[in-house]
């Protein structure tokens, strides 16, 4: 079974940054998809931003133009670059990967905690 290991999360104040990282426990070739969800109180878990191993990024957009997703395949490691963060971003964030190669639809990290005070 694949495992995603998620970094990253704390607390910190509007218009500053964070990234987060998730690293997966197999190798993510180039057909294979990373994204990152959140999930805020209240509200349901939305889509922010996916990547495939061959760098392919697709951003929600209410996150287009301050986040930014890059990935290092030798690490099998994804990160999600937060910048101008809003007290809106605030919620649980969490890893997702979809491996071509294995019989499971999708594997999940554990979530990482964000939030941004105003």
């Known amino acids: 079974q694949v495992q995603l290991v998620e970094s990253g999360g704390g607390l910190v104040q509007a218009g500053r940054s964070l990234r987060l990282s998730c690293t997966a426990s197999?190798?993510?070739?180039?057909?294979?998809?990373v994204g990152w969800y959140r999930q805020a109180p209240g509200k349901q878990r939305e889509l922010v931003a996916t990547?495939?191993?061959?760098?392919?990024?697709i951003y929600a957009d209410s996150v287009k133009g301050r986040f930014t997703l890059s990935r290092d395949n030798a690490k099998n490691t994804v990160y999600l670059q937060m910048s101008s963060l809003k007290p809106e971003d605030t919620a649980v964030y969490y890893c997702n990967a979809k491996f071509r190669r294995f019989i499971a639809p999708e594997y999940w990290g554990q979530g990482t905690q964000v939030t941004v005070s105003s």
């Open positions: 990547i495939t191993g061959g760098g392919s990024t």
């Open positions: 197999a190798t993510i070739f180039g057909s294979d998809v």
